[in-house]
């Protein structure tokens, strides 16, 4: 699939610190010629948020449920989607492979995540932050699974989480057993430390730090 690589973000936030679909294992970094990113934000609150944001926005009619989209420095977005829905999932795959004109697998090959957190968490304990985790990661995990299964897609996906280890919200072992449980066939941790941009839930703050970098392998 020379020339067609492409890749997927879920729940995304802030334009300001988009996820990096670029980075890959060992401190390497590749092109990605087809982009999409998904946000469980309505378009409307999304605009709210990133008001700065030069965009073009178009309307999804080719789903059973018409979806908002827009085209933002030539990648796709597509609003409200829930990365735990795999009908969600795969009708924004398929509107963006459709965009493109490439085959979902394109999209599925690669998927990133950076720092999922469950709502209405953050005044809970350690336990019920990591229980509630816990099943977020799992269920995008198997809504993945499912939706490459909806869009015939049978190729090796990887899922690439940003994640710190120490994570009091999801440690590493946590993590590890989450996507386990979702179907992740393995999961592995790369030596190198990348630097990203991370942001409160509400995205009224953000800051630059070192993270861990793990690879689901379905």
């Known amino acids: 699939m020379i020339g067609q690589n492409g890749a997927t973000s879920v729940a995304e936030d802030k334009y300001a610190f988009k996820t990096d679909v670029s980075l890959v294992f060992?401190?390497?970094?590749?092109?990605?010629?087809?982009?999409?990113?998904?946000?469980?934000?309505?378009?409307?609150?999304?605009?709210?948020?990133?008001?700065?944001?030069?965009?073009?926005?178009?309307?999804?009619?080719?789903?059973?449920?018409?979806?908002?989209?827009?085209?933002?420095?030539?990648?796709?977005?597509?609003?409200?989607?829930?990365?735990?829905?795999?009908?969600?999932?795969?009708?924004?795959?398929?509107?963006?492979?459709?965009?493109?004109?490439?085959?979902?697998?394109?999209?599925?090959?690669?998927?990133?995540?950076?720092?999922?957190?469950?709502?209405?968490?953050?005044?809970?304990?350690?336990?019920?932050?990591?229980?509630?985790?816990?099943?977020?990661?799992?269920s995008t995990c198997e809504a993945i699974r499912k939706a490459a299964s909806i869009l015939g897609v049978s190729c090796q996906m990887n899922f690439y989480v940003f994640s710190k280890s120490n994570n009091p919200k999801i440690p590493r072992s946590e993590l590890s057993d989450a996507l386990i449980q979702g179907g992740a066939s393995s999961v592995a941790t790369d030596e190198f430390r990348p630097k990203v941009q991370v942001g409160n839930n509400s995205g009224t703050a953000s800051l630059t730090q070192r993270t861990n970098f793990h690879l689901a392998t379905l």
């Open 26 to 138: 060992g401190n390497q970094s590749v092109t990605r010629n087809y982009v999409l990113r998904t946000t469980l934000h309505s378009l409307s609150v999304w605009k709210t948020r990133n008001y700065a944001v030069a965009m073009s926005p178009f309307e999804d009619r080719s789903a059973s449920v018409s979806k908002e989209a827009a085209l933002i420095d030539n990648e796709t977005w597509t609003f409200g989607v829930d990365a735990t829905n795999a009908n969600d999932v795969a009708s924004s795959v398929k509107f963006a492979a459709n965009f493109y004109d490439v085959s979902p697998e394109v999209l599925l090959a690669n998927i990133y995540a950076k720092n999922l957190n469950a709502e209405n968490i953050d005044t809970k304990n350690d336990e019920v932050k990591i229980r509630a985790n816990k099943e977020l990661y799992s």
